[in-house]
């Protein structure tokens, strides 16, 4: 278990998530800023990340590819509002596969005795879009374990 | 998904005889007396219960007069979990990648250490 935490309070349009990495901040923010490092790590096991654009610069953009096995192909882009490295990042994020929901993401690097200490906030432009942002995956997901909770259901009333 | 359904769920399952009540009721359908042997309660009071259960259709009960059997109703639950599986989504789903972080961080520090560094 990593020491990850969720916040999102509720009628807010934030999520602040934190979490510590065991590196230097620099190794961190170079993580996030450089487009090799977000090429290796960025996405998920089962995706590949093609990092289209990567422009770590006040007002450049940004735009990464997530490609899944199947061809599927999910797209994100956005603009970097401000880079101080290596201590902060803001841009803007928007899922094209939902576009016109735009987020401001701040990620905060804390220097905890040779440790980095992540916050990341992100600020919706409605609830309506944070709390969807929360339930993302619901559709899919649900379906799956809808089917597991039927099976331990049907099983357990005979 | 109706809010005020899932209000009502999780004020009847906010109790923890009601949540036991459910619990054996996985097992199969149960009468009110079987249902009250576990608890040191009396039957009224377990009978108020099962109502709670049975307004939140969380559980029906039988036509037979005398027997009245108690069943778990699957669909309020499943709303629950539902309700659940999103959050749980997006919480695992950004634990992965962070991990998938801490490996390259993991990796980055093997090849910075001079010692690592391949002779080329």
């Keep these: ?31 996030f800023t450089d487009p090799e490092a977000v090429r290796q790590w960025w996405g998920l096991n089962s995706t590949e990340t093609v990092v289209d654009r990567l422009e770590a610069r006040p007002g450049g953009q940004w735009r990464f590819v997530e490609r899944e096995g199947d061809g599927n192909e999910y797209g994100f882009h956005g603009v ?3 880079l101080e490295a290596p201590e902060r990042i803001v841009y803007t994020f928007e899922f094209e ?5 735009v987020l401001l993401e701040t990620i905060v690097f804390e220097d905890q005795d040779g440790r980095t200490l992540m916050t990341d906030t992100s600020v919706f432009q409605s609830v309506g879009d944070r709390d969807g942002m929360l339930q993302s995956g619901m559709e899919s ?3 799956e374990s809808m089917d597991r909770l039927d099976d331990y259901l049907a099983k357990a009333r005979g | 998904m109706a809010t005020d359904r899932l209000d009502g769920t999780f004020a009847a399952l ?32 377990v009978s108020k219960h099962l109502k709670v259960l049975e ?3 969380l559980i029906t009960r039988g036509r037979e007069a005398q027997w009245r059997p108690c069943r778990l109703e699957a669909d309020p639950l499943r709303e629950v979990a539902a309700w659940l599986e999103g959050y749980r989504r997006f919480w695992e789903e950004r634990e992965r ?12 520090q093997r090849k910075e250490r001079p010692g690592d560094r391949q002779a080329t």
């Design chain 1, 97 to 101: 596969g939902m576009p016109g929901h």
């Design chain 1, 80 to 82: 970097y509002h401000d």
């Design chain 1, 141 to 143: 997901g649900a379906a």
């Design chain 2, 14 to 45: 906010a109790d923890p005889t009601r949540r036991a009540i459910l619990a054996r009721l996985m097992a199969g359908a149960a009468t009110v007396t079987e249902l009250a042997e576990p608890f040191d309660m009396s039957l009224p009071a």
């Design chain 2, 97 to 108: 990648r962070y991990e998938r972080l801490d490996e390259y961080l993991r990796e980055a």
């Design chain 2, 55 to 57: 307004r939140a259709g």
């Design chain 1, 1 to 31: 278990m990593s020491d990850m935490k969720v916040v999102a309070d509720p009628g807010t349009q934030e999520i602040v998530i934190t979490r510590s990495f065991d590196a230097p901040r620099e190794l961190v923010f170079k993580a």
